[in-house]
């Protein structure tokens, strides 16, 4: 069974700050596909930025970026230049490339950008 | 305006009533979802609808019963519900069933059972 785990429950930055969010999974799939979503206060959770395992490139997207680490199983986010807008929980999410497969979520770890 | 759209927002009712909640995306996707979001913020997959067929079924209640008129909507009906059933139910999309497709989220339905 597929596993994402998000050891940081809360991360607090300043602004224009660059962060990085943890997130480590656990699969027997040889494929397969990562993502990061975000939530925000008023509860509407948008997807970011998506690593497929075949790819070596780390994903960027706008000031979204990964660091993909294959072989410890590890996907960070990193987020540059933080704006007070990025504060929101976010969740690493992992699917399998089987049929069947579902989307599984870590716990969440909550963003605080202060002034 | 193409999104996901759920009804009601809120919903607050009490222990042994039936309760339906609506999804409808209108995005042209084939595949749609259902999870459910306790108070811990964890989020866990129910159903997995593709072109109005279940695909996958949690190990979900009976009392939670999806139901798909076409591949555009989605709903839930829980009947007979229970205090562990008050959560935030989200309905969401993807273009289709494949594995790399990222999901699209409705605004939630929050279920309060008293």
């Known amino acids: 069974a597929q596993k994402v785990t998000q050891t940081q429950t809360s991360i607090s930055v300043v602004e224009k700050t660059t962060v990085t969010m943890d997130c480590v999974y656990e699969?027997?799939?040889?494929?397969?596909?990562l993502f990061w979503y975000k939530q925000t206060a008023s509860g509407e959770i948008v997807f970011l930025i998506r690593?497929?395992?075949?790819?070596?490139e780390n994903a960027t997207v706008g000031h979204y970026s990964l660091n993909f680490q294959k072989p410890k199983s590890s996907i960070g986010l990193i987020i540059t230049a933080t704006q007070i807008e990025d504060s929101a929980v976010y969740f690493c999410?992992?699917?399998?490339?089987?049929?069947?497969?579902?989307?599984?979520f870590g716990k969440g770890a909550k963003l605080t950008v202060s002034p | 305006e193409t999104a996901v759209f759920q009804t009601p927002n809120y919903h607050v009712t009490q222990v042994g009533n039936e309760v339906s909640f609506n999804c409808k995306q209108t995005?042209?996707?084939?595949?749609m979802y259902w999870y459910k979001q306790d108070s811990k913020k964890l989020l866990k997959i129910m159903f997995s609808?593709?072109?109005?067929?279940?695909?996958v079924n949690e190990t979900v209640p009976r009392r939670f019963s999806p139901q798909s008129s076409d591949k555009a909507h989605l709903n839930l009906r829980i009947k007979s519900v229970e205090p562990e059933d008050s959560a935030v139910y989200l309905c969401?999309?993807?273009?289709?069933?494949?594995?790399?497709?990222?999901?699209?989220f409705g605004p939630g339905t929050r279920l309060t059972v008293l």
């Open positions: 609808y593709n072109n109005k067929q279940l695909i």
């Open positions: 969401a999309s993807s273009l289709n069933w494949g594995s790399s497709y990222e999901q699209y």
């Open positions: 699969t027997r799939d040889s494929s397969y596909f």
């Open positions: 995005l042209g996707h084939d595949t």
């Open positions: 999410a992992m699917r399998d490339g089987g049929t069947g497969s579902k989307l599984s």
């Open positions: 690593q497929d395992s075949y790819k070596k």
